[in-house]
């Protein structure tokens, strides 16, 4: 049984770009969040998807947004990137109450 | 790989030994706390949880303790062993109306085991 699954591994953009990460989540799982993990600190709740819709948001500007698909996957998009903007960003999904986490994508803004 | 907490606070500790990793929580309406286990270039992988009307729960080789009076939550590890290497994260689980949850992560410990 895979686990959750994300892409790309690494990615590097320019500050003002725009970029697309994706999400599968672990069998059987449909909900789906993410966060945003600068070095040296511990995982920032974006946003969660159930059912397709945001259903819960963190203190993140609308730059960030997102989306779900009915097989549950996830893509997480960032407009005009900025330098601040680099960090490791993480997708967990979960059934219950234990959220299982993917690897990340190392997001870096040059 | 990438390093993860390269600024937090450091428990070092000789192979074998318990080691002990605290944390203080903020929410007092949190009802579930987790412990998280993050290496180098990876995600945090889950150790063990506890809801807030226990206030002891045991796995394998970890205990998880939660002190609600003082919003204190510590993670023991018996026999810590070199493999036990990792930053370290509590979190916690505020519950709003709804019951849709989302965690709010600890500052993180980083484990530095000594063989």
């Known amino acids: 049984d895979a686990g959750v699954t994300q892409s790309p591994t690494h990615l590097i953009k320019t500050r003002g770009q725009q970029v697309t990460l994706r999400c599968s989540p672990k069998s059987g799982h449909d909900t789906v969040s993410w966060y945003q993990q600068a070095l040296g600190q511990g995982p920032q709740f974006i946003f969660q998807?159930?059912?397709?819709?945001?259903?819960q948001r963190g203190n993140f500007p609308d730059r960030f947004s997102g989306h779900q698909f009915p097989n549950y996957s996830s893509e997480l998009n960032v407009n005009a990137l900025l330098l601040g903007d680099s960090a490791l960003y993480l997708c967990?999904?979960?059934?219950?109450?234990?959220?299982?986490f993917g690897p990340g994508t190392r997001l870096t803004v040059t | 790989g990438e390093s993860v907490g390269l600024h937090l606070p450091t428990l070092s500790v000789q192979e074998g030994d318990n080691s002990i990793i605290n944390c203080a929580y903020s929410?007092?309406?949190?009802?579930?706390f987790i412990w998280y286990k993050q290496e180098s270039g990876k995600g945090p992988q889950f150790i063990i949880d506890i809801r807030s009307n226990m206030d002891k729960r045991q796995g394998q080789r970890v205990t998880v303790l939660l002190n609600k009076t003082v919003k204190h939550l510590s993670l023991q590890i018996a026999a810590t062993q070199p493999g036990d290497s990792a930053v370290y994260f509590c979190a916690e689980n505020p519950l709003p109306p709804g019951g849709y949850n989302k965690l709010i992560f600890g500052a993180g410990t980083r484990l530095a085991v000594h063989p």
């Open positions: 967990a999904s979960r059934r219950d109450s234990e959220q299982y």
């Open positions: 998807y159930y059912e397709e819709e945001e259903r």
């Open positions: 929410n007092s309406a949190s009802d579930y």
